[in-house]
């Protein structure tokens, strides 16, 4: 298997499902269409979707049935994406390379958007025929609203110019971060009509590597360049925020993010040949450099 034509194959299945969404323009309020668009379609590495796709191809392999779930998950972290970079959160000017929403379109309209994107959702979600579509809309509820992300948001904006200890960082990030990736790993599994065990393997899995990929961040803050990330670095230490690597150090993420990621991938193993792909993307991850 080539890891980059197949990672490249999936990435263009879910960007032809996003972008169609987005074909009609003939509303009164096309500015908020516009400005949903603007964030969907400038960039990303579509990780969770994909995840969610290959997770969903252990078990089956009618791709398309996932789509508006993969949509779904997407859109989320779209609309997650504009609300952190708005003044009130962290006041990024810059996204993907590419103005922030805010600076775009202005404050109002990129609330309304991200606010936008998350109806739309679960609009998208509900248009699944799969059976299981109810758990794994309770699972996506789940993992974007104050037990998931928006909690993970929470600690992190009210810890803000404090020193917090270890465990509640790891609480902090497997909320805002983790728990998305993880979501998307079991509604694949979910969908699949994976049995508990597979479906907690899946879990676990994503948990694992949603851990990994928050370090990574943490690092690339540090050392990346806005050129190669596409949006400010420094943003953590300019807010005053505990990071893994100001509490551990550079060299000791880099361990952290090696042994999560090869301990994520070890939760695949039953399923053989077939996560052959999991396994590769998790290994891309490690090594990305944005």
Do not use: W
């Not at 006041?91 to 202005?106: A, E, V, Y």
């Not at 879990?203 to 943490?218: E, H, R, S, V």
């Amino acid at each position: 298997m080539n890891f980059n034509e197949e990672y490249s194959k999936r990435k263009e299945f879910v960007e032809n499902y996003l972008f169609n969404d987005f074909k009609n323009k003939n509303y009164p309020y096309r500015t908020i269409v516009d400005a949903m668009e603007y964030s969907v379609v400038c960039g990303g590495k579509r990780i969770r979707p994909v995840l969610m796709l290959a997770c969903y191809n252990l078990f089956k392999d009618n791709s398309e049935e996932i789509l508006p779930f993969c949509a779904a998950m997407e859109y989320i972290h779209t609309y997650s994406l504009i609300h952190d970079d708005l003044p009130c959160m962290d006041n990024d000017d810059l996204r993907r390379g590419m103005p922030t929403s805010h600076i775009k379109f202005g404050e109002a309209i990129a609330t309304l958007a991200g606010d936008a994107l998350l109806n739309f959702a679960f609009e998208k979600a509900l248009t699944c025929k799969l059976s299981n579509t109810l758990e794994a809309l309770k699972c996506l509820a789940e993992a974007s609203g104050k037990d998931g992300m928006i909690g993970g948001q929470v600690i992190d904006i009210e810890n803000e110019n404090k020193k917090i200890d270890i465990d509640l960082l790891k609480t902090l990030q497997a909320l805002k971060t983790g728990a998305l990736l993880s979501a998307s790993c079991e509604i694949g599994a979910i969908l699949g009509n994976a049995n508990d065990y597979e479906r907690e393997l899946l879990k676990n899995f994503g948990l694992k590597l949603g851990l990994a990929f928050q370090i990574k961040d943490d690092i690339l803050d540090v050392e990346s360049s806005p050129e190669i990330l596409g949006k400010p670095i420094g943003s953590d230490e300019r807010n005053e925020k505990s990071t893994f690597v100001s509490l551990y150090g550079i060299e000791k993420c880099r361990e952290l993010v090696t042994e999560l990621t090869y301990e994520a991938a070890s939760n695949l193993e039953i399923f053989g040949e077939k996560a052959e792909f999991l396994k590769e993307l998790a290994m891309y991850l490690l090594s990305r450099d944005r």
